[in-house]
């Protein structure tokens, strides 16, 4: 082929500037090619050999490709990767086409729209995000199962939490939307403008839905947010979005709410460090047979409930599954053979499922009889099942297609031939055609005394008779030569080519009408797809239900006592994660109480000593309750919450490019402000960034206003040991600590969690069995002992600075080496002595002395 100006080239170049920035991938034979710079990325990115078109060109154009029918996995991979992919595909047949065959982009594949495939645990979710006025309309698509939900919030603080929680793939983002915060909130994920010159009002009358459970003010933006993703998906899949289920609204309270930094800090979905799952909470939880069930899982744990009547329903089915074993047992082996219905169903619908697909679909639904039968005794688990198990689906399926399909339909072979008795004519045609060619070949050795006589079949000129050039002269005339080779002779009789006839018609006919089958069965799929996805929501749910009763069991986990009271009680609460990981050592268990005794509880105790591991675990304890779950306690009693806050001091947030303590200080503004009476708030070492007394200062002073104004439950998890002092002035505040044993110099951890505060810090000893050198940590203690000697003890100055006004004579002044003589001056003046102009006067010496 001719160089960079070749037609194919001109087809390739225009096709990529209709792409934009997708990759291009360019059908060609059995491959999909990748040209110029996709090539390099895409060679790059899945490891690929990257070789060139007109390699000895000086400019030959960097070419790599992927075979056509393993492109799916290769194409998630650059979907995940959050790359878009459009698919040019051959529009002619390549048989009939004059010239270059006709290409055209029939799908552009986005990160948004499928980058999870069938049987993943992960959603998929596209966003949408549009404003008009003071709302914000929120729209998710998961477009591989027809997930549709919306909701309409009122700042841009919400919009950031609920793309947290939902993690989406790729975002479209409406007029307005485009602000820092939300791109910080999408993590650098796929991003689509939709330009101001859509016409926003028309794209509400365009919605096909009606727009329920969603404020006045909101309608329109949200109808638009919906809108926006269906069209992405119409313009970009090109298929139908029959699959596309009328969506569903919640409103911003109406669950457990948690913003990103809390779900990072509690690990649920991914790790602080690391990738993958390991050390999530979700890792742990997902025991869920079906991807459809941990889907649900997964949404529970994002979005716990907040209404006590649900949780308990919940419980109540958990607890049915954990009172009977042989029952569990039972129906977790029968969903175990269960498949991602919901998804394969979306594939149907988009024309997309392949025969072994639709297989998986009939062994599932074959399954559903015996899971409804199990079920049927526990009224609320047989509630979640619908009445209507697609038992004519399953018929169908099982009528006609073979026990074991393929993967592809290409090579037929998929369709019981007894299901049709056209097909059964054809099979038997083609396979009877086939004994007649042997048939054949052993009268033509007799007739002609040619024992090594072959009749082959090869793609140039079909079946031929093969005979070696010894018997070449046994031939007859009537025998059309077609081909002397090295030894032998090849010759055709029109008997021959009448059997070939036979043979390919019926394999042709036969594979024409296994396809039309085919897609006749997929498309009936289709038409049931809203029953078979209210089948598949059941079963998501039973399978949900039965993961938290096997955790329950297999880690011991209790139910908790829940209601609407602002109390939290536990009794040898565990992390369950941090459980779950220990080897050596045993997990101690630890009580904790958040009520009348005291709701904010200031947490001591040194280093290492299990401070984090507590608060985390009580946060883990109330999220997993409120999902539905069980929890790991002896007992429990929660009280519902609607937020969860959890923030960890100096902890770094350089890839959003704010300072440590600014981000500290950031974080703990948005808990004053959007905590409750009913929410939950764990600072740990909070006030670690900057200068001893600024931290202790800013500390001492959130601690107060979450006790005296916010009113809500909390731990407070502190170094500064100078904070116990507070529960003398704030009633509710109650001191405990994280106990450790010492034995001469060594500390030993107890991880039992005590009343009152600690007694010291413990930091030299830590150190020491950290592996600091013996000369530094006897140094060290050394230093300690003189700034002790030069430091009054703790409890009395710090009431001082920040107590209530103290009623005897003020306290020394507090660790300050240096005289200071402001303060000198400060204490110099009697303001019982002045007059109104000498105070005047004053101030303004003490001012020039700061100068
Ligand atoms: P702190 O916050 O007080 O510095 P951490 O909570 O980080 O301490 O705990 C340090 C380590 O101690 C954890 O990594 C964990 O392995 C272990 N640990 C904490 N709590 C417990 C416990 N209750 N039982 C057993 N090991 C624990
Ligand atoms: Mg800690």
Request: aromatic share 4%; charged share 25%.
């Amino acid at each position: 082929m001719a160089a960079l100006d070749s037609p194919m080239f001109r087809q390739f170049r225009e096709l990529k500037e209709q792409a934009g920035d997708a990759l291009l991938f360019f059908r060609m034979g059995d491959f999909y090619e990748l040209f110029g710079d996709d090539a390099v990325w895409t060679a790059e990115a899945l490891e690929l050999t990257l070789t060139a078109r007109n390699k000895d060109d000086p400019d030959a154009v960097p070419m790599c490709g992927v075979p056509h029918h393993a492109a799916e996995g290769y194409l998630r991979r650059l979907l995940e990767m959050g790359r878009k992919v459009a698919i040019a595909d051959q529009v002619e047949d390549p048989r009939l086409a004059k010239g270059l065959v006709k290409r055209a982009i029939v799908r552009v594949h986005t990160p948004g729209l499928g980058a999870e495939g069938v049987d993943s645990h992960d959603p998929s979710w596209l966003v949408a995000l549009v404003r008009e006025g003071t709302s914000w309309g929120l729209a998710l698509l998961d477009a591989t199962t027809g997930d549709l939900r919306m909701t309409e919030l009122r700042d841009v603080a919400a919009v950031v939490t609920e793309l947290a929680r939902a993690e989406p793939r790729e975002a479209l983002l409406g007029p307005g939307t485009d602000l820092p915060e939300v791109r910080s909130a999408l993590r650098g994920v796929c991003t689509t403008r939709v330009e101001p010159c859509d016409d926003a009002s028309r794209a509400a009358l365009e919605c096909r839905w009606p727009i329920e459970g969603v404020g006045r003010e909101g309608r329109d933006a949200v109808a638009v947010a919906v809108t926006y993703a269906e069209r992405h998906l119409r313009a970009n899949d090109g298929g139908p979005l029959a699959h596309v289920r009328a969506p569903r609204s919640w409103v911003a309270g109406g669950a457990l709410a948690m913003d990103e930094a809390t779900r990072r800090n509690l690990e649920l979905f991914r790790p602080l460090r690391g990738t993958g799952r390991k050390g999530t909470l979700v890792h742990l939880v997902d025991v869920a047979r079906t991807a459809m069930g941990g889907r649900m899982l997964r949404d529970w744990i994002g979005a716990p409930l907040v209404d006590v009547a649900g949780i308990r329903r919940r419980h109540d089915a958990v607890e049915a599954l954990t009172r009977d074993g042989v029952f569990r047992r039972t129906l977790v082996e029968a969903l175990a053979c269960v498949s991602d219905i919901e998804r394969i169903v979306g594939k149907a619908v988009q024309g997309t499922a392949n025969p072994r697909e639709l297989g998986a679909l009939r062994d599932s639904l074959g399954r559903v009889p015996a899971i409804a039968a199990s079920v049927q005794e526990s009224a609320v688990l047989a509630s979640r099942l619908p009445e209507d198990v697609c038992a004519d689906v399953y018929a169908l399926l099982a009528a006609w297609l073979v026990d074991e399909p393929p993967v592809t339909q290409g090579d037929g072979g998929l369709i019981r031939p007894e299901a049709d008795a056209e097909l059964a004519r054809l099979v038997t045609l083609a396979r009877d055609a086939k004994g007649a060619i042997a048939a054949m070949e052993a009268e033509l050795r007799a007739a002609h005394d040619i024992p090594s006589l072959k009749i082959r079949h090869n793609g140039v000129f079909g079946y031929y008779i093969e005979v070696t050039r010894a018997n070449a002269s046994r031939a007859p005339s009537t025998w059309i030569r077609k081909q002397t080779i090295a030894n032998g002779e090849r010759y055709m009789t029109s008997e021959l080519k009448e059997l070939e006839a036979d043979v390919l018609g019926a394999d042709e006919k036969r594979l024409a009408l296994e396809a039309q089958t085919f897609v006749s069965l997929r498309g009936q799929v289709a038409d049931a797809v809203a029953r078979l996805q209210a089948l598949a929501q059941g079963l998501a749910e039973l399978d949900a239900l039965a993961a938290f009763a096997e955790l329950a069991v297999r880690h011991r986990w209790v139910r908790p006592v829940m209601d609407d009271g602002v109390a939290l009680q536990i009794v040898a609460g565990r992390h369950p994660v941090v459980e779950a990981t220990l080897v050596e050592e045993r997990f101690v268990p630890n009580d904790l109480q958040l009520d009348a005794s005291g709701r904010l509880v200031i947490l001591t105790g040194p280093n290492m000593a299990g401070k984090s591991t507590l608060m985390r675990q009580v946060a883990l304890l109330v999220l997993l309750a409120q999902a539905g779950s069980f929890v790991p306690a002896t007992s429990a009693r929660v009280g519902v919450c609607d937020r969860i806050f959890v923030r960890v001091g100096a902890s770094d947030d350089l890839a959003h490019g704010r300072s440590t303590f600014m981000v500290e200080m950031a974080e703990t503004a948005n808990i004053l402000t959007g905590a409750t009476a009913r929410s939950l708030v764990l600072l740990d070492e909070i006030g670690r960034g900057t200068s001893t007394y600024d931290g202790l200062a800013i500390a001492w002073a959130v601690a107060e206003d979450l006790h005296d104004r916010v009113a809500c439950r909390g731990v407070f998890a502190t170094h500064y040991h100078e904070l116990a002092a507070l529960a003398e002035s704030c009633a509710h505040v109650k001191n405990l600590h994280v106990a450790v044993a010492e034995h001469g110099d060594e500390v030993v951890f107890l991880r039992t969690v005590r009343e009152g505060a600690a007694s010291g810090s413990y930091g030299i000893q830590c150190a020491r069995i950290a592996g600091m050198p013996d000369s530094v940590v006897t140094r060290s203690k050394a230093l300690l002992r003189q700034l002790e000697r030069r430091r009054p003890r703790p409890e009395t100055n710090q009431l001082a600075l920040f107590g209530p006004a103290p009623t005897t004579t003020p306290p020394p002044p507090v660790a300050a080496p240096l005289v200071d003589p402001v303060r000198e001056a400060l204490g110099a003046v009697d303001p019982d002595a002045l007059t109104p102009r000498e105070a005047h006067a004053a101030l303004y010496r003490l001012r020039e002395l700061l100068r």
